[in-house]
């Protein structure tokens, strides 16, 4: 049963706008937020004054000294005024967050027109202070001091996984070969350079070890960026700029916080999500042509291929070795390069990633463009996959 079935309308995505991302030293939070929402708001083929509703992904936790940023929206026109507009926080999967509770005011039949942005400025704040706002986000580490970050947190997580499974220092290596030559092709990625599966397996001085096994490039960079879409209750307007593409299933899990209460590995939340997701869009793995997958490390994609159910536990290696998850695989990963080539701006990554999927499935990605793109999955976590949003889109 299909989203459209269940509650008897139908959502579309009928407009987006996506900035560059990188370290972007003249825009600010403001400018980035209006820049894409104009863009979105213009390819739905709608006026500012019909926008019922904002919803913005943000995560900011102290790396910004504005921390209430809701109405920066506003600043697109005047005829935005008191447009209710709401922050939403979730960590890393803000912008999914954000999407969700979009689709939810559609549901619920309060608004029609939901104007949805994530957007991040990160490369302002100092080194310590990003490590710091994202440690944050950890139940155990939040508020102390730590010489690799979350970097750290998910190199355990990769020992754990080499305890059980085996060394995958080599897989880890051609993910990032992987995810880095797919951002060659996108025209928004910050890291646009194809550097080989020997120079990402390989440490050395312009590839250190930033907390063993992680290589520097097994980690998504510290990026500034946002990306904004528009949710309708079709049909969608005729003077749209794109195809619309439906949301036609989500799916939404909260795992415990403590380490002791989770299994390292297993990312039970997202397998939830998942399931919540394919469920509700009545398909399955096989029924995918894509999937746009939460990289932060490279380690995360690895376990992903396990939770979305490509391979068994423990087997997420064959989805690289035997070629199923490149661009010519049957289910290609990460199209855009992914949070490790497109680059990171923690609020913005999960409306991003429903952008570029978009963006495929209207056929309107250029060169990153999979021929014949039907249907797609977006998967976004925060922390060490505490919060996990999957969706299911469709061209229409």
Known sequence: MSLQEQFGKDILLTG????????????????????VSREAIANAGLEPGQIDEIYLGQFNSGMLPLGFASSLALQVSDDLANVPATRVENACASGSAAVQ???KSLLAGT??????????????????????????????????????????LFAETAKHYEKRYGPAGDVLGSIAAKNHRNGVLNPYAQLRKDLGEEFCRTVSDKNPMVADPLRRTDCSPVSDGAAA?????????????????????????????????RDPTAFAGSVAAWQRALAMAGTGLDGLDFAEVHDCFTIAELIMYEVMGLTPAGEGRRAIEEGWVYRDGKLPVNLSGGLKAKGHPV???????????????????????LPGARRAAVHNMGGLAIANYVSVLEAV
Request: aromatic fraction near 4%; avoid cysteine.
């Open 229 to 261: 879409l528009v949710l309708t209750t079709g049909p969608a307007p005729s003077s749209s700029a794109t195809a619309p593409v439906r949301l036609t299933g989500f799916g939404h899990a909260n795992d415990f916080m403590p380490v002791e209460k």
């Open 101 to 103: 509770q979009g689709a």
């Open 16 to 35: 987006w706008g996506h900035s560059r991302f990188g370290k972007l030293t003249d825009e600010t939070l403001e400018s980035l937020i209006v820049q």
């Open 347 to 369: 609020g913005a990554t999960g409306v991003s990633q429903h952008v570029v999927t978009a963006m495929q499935l209207s056929g309107t990605a250029g060169e990153m463009q």
């Open 111 to 152: 608004a029609r027109n939901v104007l949805v942005i994530g957007a991040e400025k990160m490369t302002q704040a100092g080194p310590d202070v990003v490590g710091a706002a994202l440690l944050g986000a950890d139940y155990d580490m939040a508020g102390k001091s730590s010489t690799t970050g979350f970097a750290g």
